[in-house]
T-cell receptor
C-alpha cells in the first residue's frame, strides 16, 4: 500500500522564480494538506484541499496557491520566490470524514532551496 | 487560539534510560492530541493519538502518552530508549481541519 508520494525530493530555485511541488496521497485518502517546515521549526499549515477545493488556509500569502485533481493528487505552487521560502514542504493526506481524528499520513517532503 | 508548547528544544538521555518529553497545549474544547516523530530528512510518522476515553495512550515503538486535562499536558514517555529513537518529536493538537504543531524536541541518545 503506497503511502504519500512527493516530488521532487530536492529543488533549487532563484529568487523571483515560480515553483510547483507535487503530491500523491495515500491510497484511499481524499484530502491533502500542505505544510511548510522551516529549519528548526515545527510544520506550519499552508492549506488543505478536498473535492478539488481549498477548504482551509493558514497564514500564508497569496503567492502560495494549490490545486487538487480528480484523482486526489495535489500541487503546491509558489510564485515570486523569496529566500525565506526555503524550507521542507510536507504533504499530508487523510480521509475527509474526521480528517484529523486519525491523524495525517505524511510524505517525506520536498526540500526547496531559494538562492 | 490553538497552540502547542514544547518547552524543551533538546533532550539528551543515555541509551536504556527512561524518557519523558513535555507538551502543553491551549485549546478551547476537548482536543485531539498527537505525537509525531521525524528522523533527519524524513517526513513525520504518527506515534500515537488521543481522542477521548482512557487518558493513558499506547503507541508504536514502545511509546506512551498521558493526557492530563487539569494541566493541559500530553507528555510522551518511554521506559527504556534505544539509539534508534534519536529524532525530532512533535506534539500536535486538533480537531479543526488543520493540525497545529509544536516547535519540536530533538532527542539525543548517549551510548
Amino acid at each position: 500500500d503506497a503511502g504519500v508520494t512527493q516530488s521532487p525530493t530536492h529543488l533549487i530555485k532563484t529568487r523571483g522564480q515560480q515553483v510547483t511541488l507535487r503530491c500523491s496521497p495515500k491510497s484511499g485518502h481524499d484530502t491533502v494538506s500542505w505544510y511548510q517546515q522551516a529549519l528548526g521549526q515545527g510544520p506550519q499549515f499552508i492549506f488543505q484541499y478536498y473535492e478539488e477545493e481549498e477548504r482551509q488556509r493558514g497564514n500564508f500569502p497569496d503567492r502560495f496557491s494549490g490545486h487538487q485533481f480528480p484523482n486526489y493528487s495535489s500541487e503546491l505552487n509558489v510564485n515570486a520566490l523569496l529566500l525565506g521560502d526555503s524550507a521542507l514542504y510536507l504533504c499530508a493526506s487523510s480521509l475527509s470524514f474526521g480528517s484529523t481524528a486519525f491523524g495525517y499520513t505524511f510524505g517525506s517532503g520536498t526540500r526547496l532551496t531559494v538562492v | 487560539a490553538q497552540s502547542v508548547t514544547q518547552p524543551d528544544i533538546h533532550i539528551t538521555v543515555s541509551e536504556g534510560a527512561s524518557l519523558e518529553l513535555r507538551c502543553n497545549y491551549s485549546y478551547g474544547a476537548t482536543p485531539y492530541l498527537f505525537w509525531y516523530v521525524q528522523s533527519p530528512g524524513q517526513g513525520l510518522q504518527l506515534l500515537l493519538k488521543y481522542f477521548s476515553g482512557d487518558t493513558l495512550v499506547q503507541g508504536i515503538k514502545g511509546f506512551e502518552a498521558e493526557f492530563k486535562r487539569s494541566q493541559s499536558s500530553f507528555n510522551l514517555r518511554k521506559p527504556s530508549v534505544h539509539w534508534s529513537d534519536a529524532a525530532e518529536y512533535f506534539c500536535a493538537v486538533g480537531p479543526d481541519d488543520k493540525i497545529i504543531f509544536g516547535k519540536g524536541t530533538r532527542l539525543h541518545i548517549l551510548p
